[in-house]
């Protein structure tokens, strides 16, 4: 039985009649339909933490469908898992393929800037500045994007770009 048709929550319930009847009504391909089921499943499964089961779903998804920004939000959303994941190099390549079908997407732009500065604690500890001073600058690139983007989101970047000294150079 697909996912959308377990739902146990009402906030899901709901979620999935309101999609149903959308999917009825706007004129679509049986391949969007089926390409947004895989896409709406894969959100489920996500959230419950269903790892595995929402990437099987999102990959569906993507050999389905073809519109660049509707790909984005599914290549973001498998970035978020290889995020939770640890898996901090395959998040960033998805990110970055999501930014490239839809580079208005300043939550893919926070996660690799997130990223970016754990690497970048991750070789202080390590005992490297060097390399911890590439990696910050490279998280501030990618929170200048995403501040550019969502100018009133991102207080705590905005405030770490001031703090080091990073800002300067953006304005």
């Known amino acids: ?15 999935t009649i309101v999609a149903d009847i959308l999917l009825r009504v706007i004129p679509t ?7 947004f089921t895989y ?3 894969g959100m489920s499964a996500q959230s419950e933490g269903e790892y595995a089961e929402a990437l099987q779903n999102y ?7 073809i519109d660049p920004y509707d790909r984005s939000y599914i290549l973001y959303n498998i970035g978020l898992i290889h995020t939770s994941n640890g898996e901090h190099a395959k998040a960033l390549e998805y990110y970055s393929q999501a930014l490239e079908r839809n580079p208005s997407l ?6 690799m ?4 500065h754990y690497r ?7 005992g490297d500045p060097e390399t911890s001073e590439t990696w910050f600058d490279q998280a501030a690139e990618y929170w200048k994007q995403a501040i550019a983007l969502a100018p009133s989101n991102y207080i705590e970047a905005q405030n770490w770009l001031k703090i080091t000294g990073r800002l ?3 304005l």
Not at 106 to 111: E, L, T, V
């Open 39 to 41: 896409y709406r499943d």
């Open 29 to 35: 391909t049986q391949r969007e339909k089926e390409a």
């Open 59 to 65: 990959y569906k998804a993507m050999r389905l469908e």
């Open 113 to 116: 800037a997130v990223i970016c």
């Open 168 to 170: 300067k150079e953006w």
């Open 1 to 15: 039985m697909p996912r959308s048709q377990r739902n146990d929550n009402f906030i899901d319930k709901t979620f």
């Open 120 to 126: 970048g604690e991750q070789a202080i500890q390590q």
């Open 106 to 111: 300043p939550q893919a732009f926070n996660n």
